[in-house]
């Protein structure tokens, strides 16, 4: 896949060498894991330059880049420089603030956690950056911005000293009763007189300056500029910005709703898939995001493995699609788990607006907009797990949702495992790269390069397996159900990748 032409006849780039790059909040060898501390979402802002988490106990974390800042200022020094400008970018903590408290829904009796869902970043504006935070029912839209600390300066007055010998402190606490009353009506002040008398006998102080308010520290301020509050009856799963900066949408289990950022009373709910009957409820939409580009269209999935790509411009409440991907199951092959599995937990537009990452349970697909007869690539993620399917319901495994990501070129996609694994796919139909990394400082550990088997069919359509063991990892190691990677994001310009492995956040490039 190379950009919009569909990557016809393109050699496939060679696999990309992963590298460590940083850790923020490292667990020590023992150590116990809060769960208001496990990151709950990641995502990179448009320029790459900042990054967001949000964790289970509603706080926000923000990130800035910093290795572009101290290796070179302005673009057109870069330029002059004799040396490539190859450096892997690298974050430093910026500021952090409490997005959402739990809340208790009264008429319902139902506790509302502050585990952030969602964030995602808006337009920024005279220095100032915005993003969007969710939680399971409410939306907060937050300005965090640099303020200058206002401080005094160049007061000569100690106070001690005033307040020590007395005359400050009663010419401030008598002034009413040293107001002397003449004959014609007016009023003297002796509190004058004698502190004059004071300061001059003291020889300290002959004159008296005002105070003046200096600031030159400064200090990032998060402020909450509008709240999106009682909108959803179902708990919010995605959130997405529209291109045209002014609007975003919001999507729960039933239904999504178009907001404007300005206004915060109001919305449109342009999907509604409750039936009359709930009876009758067969699907349920797992997540939903704007086009990258058109302003109008957006696609959304559903908990049946099918995507819908709506137009805005065909009707105000968007009944029907004008696109529907999804991939008929092979006659036979149907079981209890066939509907479970097939659950979109994630979709993601390519940057250029050309193709659909979706992923499920046990596989990626990629998916051409112009092409709805099926996906031009599947990726098995999870297809060693399928012996154990039973277990996975059992402990409740098998309804975890995965995200999935892609990078900025639309070279490769990434998604997340269990025992803190995740996978990195060559996406263009030449490619055979299929690399497994752990979220560690030494994220090629248990690595072992197995390329996948290409099996192609008509109209490009490639289908790759792993060739793992059932139940174990490609290094023969027992999968650990308990540690699971499900949130990443990759930079929006280089090969860097953020994933969360519970409280801590890794970071590698290659």
């Known amino acids: 896949m190379t950009g919009g032409d569909g990557g016809g006849g393109v050699t496939a780039a060679p696999p990309l060498d992963w590298k460590f790059s940083q850790v923020f909040g490292e667990r020590t060898a023992g150590e116990e894991v809060q769960e ?180 030159n520290e400064t200090s990032l301020v998060a402020r909450c500029r509008r709240v999106y509050a009682h909108a959803h009856d179902y708990h919010i799963n995605s959130i997405s910005n529209n291109s045209d900066g002014e609007t975003f949408i919001s999507a729960d289990d039933l239904r999504i709703n178009l907001w404007n950022l300005e206004i915060s009373n109001q919305s449109f709910n342009i999907v509604d898939v409750k039936p009359a009957n709930m009876e009758d409820l067969t699907e349920v939409i797992t997540s939903a995001e704007f086009h990258p580009t058109h302003c109008n269209t957006l696609a959304y999935s559903s908990s049946k493995g099918s995507i819908r790509l709506i137009d805005l411009r065909q009707s105000a409440l968007c009944d029907r699609h004008s696109k529907l991907f999804e991939e008929q199951e092979s006659p036979g092959s149907r079981s209890f788990f066939t509907e479970i599995i097939a659950s979109i937990s994630d979709i993601k537009f390519a940057r250029d607006g050309r193709y659909l990452l979706s992923r499920d349970y046990m596989t990626l697909k990629l998916w051409d907009i112009n092409m709805d007869s099926g996906p031009v690539s599947t990726f098995q993620v999870h297809e060693h797990l399928r012996p154990r399917l039973c277990d996975l319901y059992e402990n409740d495994s098998i309804f975890d949702k995965f995200e999935c990501c892609l990078s900025g070129d639309g070279q490769r996609v990434a998604t997340g495992s269990y025992s803190n694994l995740f996978r990195v796919f060559g996406s263009s139909p030449a490619s055979t790269e299929a690399t497994t990394l752990e979220a560690s400082k030494n994220p090629m550990r248990r690595q072992v390069q197995t390329p996948s088997r290409s099996l192609s069919s008509s109209i490009t359509r490639v289908v790759r397996r792993g060739g793992e063991s059932p139940g174990n990892d490609i290094n023969g190691n027992s999968f650990d159900f308990t540690t699971k990677l499900l949130h990443l994001a990759w930079h929006p310009t280089e090969n860097s990748i953020a994933c969360a492995a519970a409280n801590s956040l890794y970071m590698y490039y290659a």
């Open 36 to 215: 208001v501390d496990i990151i709950s979402a990641i995502e990179f802002d448009k320029s790459g330059d900042h990054l967001a988490t949000g964790d289970r106990g509603g706080r926000v974390v923000l990130f800035e880049r910093n290795d572009t800042k101290e290796h070179g200022g302005s673009r057109k020094d870069l330029e002059k420089t004799d040396y490539p400008s190859s450096r892997h970018p690298e974050f430093r903590y910026k500021t952090e603030f409490q997005s959402h408290e739990p809340e208790f829904d009264y008429l319902k009796s139902l506790e509302i956690e502050e585990k952030i869902n969602k964030i995602k970043w808006c337009q920024t504006a005279n220095g100032a950056l915005f993003l969007l935070s969710t939680n399971d029912k409410t939306i907060k839209f937050w300005k965090v911005q640099e303020k200058k600390i206002k401080k005094i300066a160049d007061l000569n007055l100690d106070p001690v000293k005033a307040v020590g010998n007395g005359s400050i402190a009663s010419s401030s606490v008598s002034s009413v009763n040293n107001l002397l009353h003449t004959g014609n009506g007016e009023y003297t002040d002796k509190s004058c007189t004698s502190l004059n008398k004071d300061f001059s006998s003291s020889g300290a102080i002959q004159s008296l300056r005002l105070p003046v308010v200096t600031s």
